[in-house]
């Protein structure tokens, strides 16, 4: 896998692409897998012609009641990545790069207090591809992975971006 992730970053380093042509801002949705937490409001913020920075931040906030118990867990996190944008063709490109997430997570099972809470912290990865449409709306799917350094998990996000 490592050497797999390393081949694929050196291409995208060595190889010489055209300018991809991003937009200065753009704010938007991405709608993700449960392993990540759902939809998350998106902000991209371009650096240079071929080179942004996207936020995610999302909510997840959950009640169930199972066998006379009360389960409520409520989580926040904050996606901070780095992509490398590349054009595919006039109005398709294709990105990759790094990040990190923060968070904080509670879970309350009600009935007997039991209370588990505390913060986490992730290295993680983006790959994607993207349309923009000529009137200035883009369409994305890509793929998340994160790594767990702190109270987190192991996950592949999937998810589906309109910003």
Request: proline residues 2%.
């Amino acid at each position: 896998m490592k050497r797999i992730l390393l081949l694929l970053m050196t291409v995208v380093l060595v190889s010489n692409f055209s300018s991809a042509q991003i937009a200065r801002h753009a704010l938007g949705l991405r709608f993700g897998t449960d392993d990540g937490f759902g939809t998350e409001i998106s902000y991209q913020h371009g650096l240079s012609g071929n080179n942004r920075l996207e936020f995610d931040l999302g909510f997840n906030n959950y009640h169930e009641n199972y066998m006379n118990n009360r389960y409520y867990y409520t989580s926040w996190g904050l996606s901070g990545l780095y992509h490398w944008v590349n054009k595919l063709d006039s109005n398709f490109n294709w990105y990759i790069g790094p990040g990190a997430k923060i968070g904080s997570w509670s879970y309350d099972t009600g009935y007997d207090y039991r209370y588990n809470n505390g913060m986490f912290l992730a290295t993680a990865g983006d790959i994607g591809i993207e349309y923009n449409f000529p009137v200035g709306f883009q369409l994305a799917l890509n793929a998340r992975p994160e790594i767990g350094l702190i109270n987190h998990g192991t996950a592949i996000n999937i998810g589906l971006a309109v910003p």
